[in-house]
């Protein structure tokens, strides 16, 4: 069967509903996100069936090489446990500590169990919400650009060289 990370990450796919999530042999999920530049991580938005969604989840910050047994025994950045009605169609998103989010290059969420105990968990949304970090260096005034484009490399066209 194919129900890979990209049915409920990816716009489009999470939005059929025959698309989804689903763990393979027992009810935990690993799941990685790599981010291509760093991210402000305010919240997630997770559906899926009310007797398979998540029960929990175990979020990590920039954790390399977890496997199932680490993220069950690791310090968590944050864990949360979920009810029904947070992982509903259209429910509102779960809010993140902001303040342990702020520079997120890679995301791994462990699911330990699903709402109905059952031996599948299924998850047909997974949206996580926040911002690109963006980073900008000094401004410099249009006569100090020109400057430093006319200069050599031995410094010659800066003021003092």
Avoid at 2 to 14: A, I, T
Avoid at 56 to 64: H, P, T
Avoid at 136 to 143: M, P
Wanted: glycine share 10%.
């Amino acid at each position: 069967k194919d129900h890979g990370l990209r049915n409920c990450l990816e716009q489009g796919p999470r939005d059929q509903p025959g698309l989804f999530l689903q763990s393979d042999c027992d009810e935990e999920l690993l799941i990685t996100i790599s981010f291509m530049s760093p991210v402000r991580v305010a919240a997630l938005r997770i559906e899926g069936p009310p007797d398979q969604a998540p029960s929990g989840l175990r979020i990590f910050a920039n954790k390399l090489g977890l496997d199932f047994d680490a993220a069950k025994t690791e310090a968590v950045t944050q864990e949360i446990q979920l009810s029904e009605g947070q992982v509903t169609e259209g429910a509102a998103p779960i809010e993140l500590r902001y303040v342990l989010f702020q520079n997120v290059q890679r995301l791994t969420i462990f699911v330990p169990g699903n709402l109905g105990g059952g031996d599948e968990t299924v998850i047909s949304r997974l949206v996580v919400l926040g911002q690109p970090i963006v980073h900008e260096g000094a401004k410099r005034s249009k006569e100090d650009q020109e400057r430093a484009s006319k200069a050599d490399w031995l410094g010659s066209g800066t003021p003092g060289a």
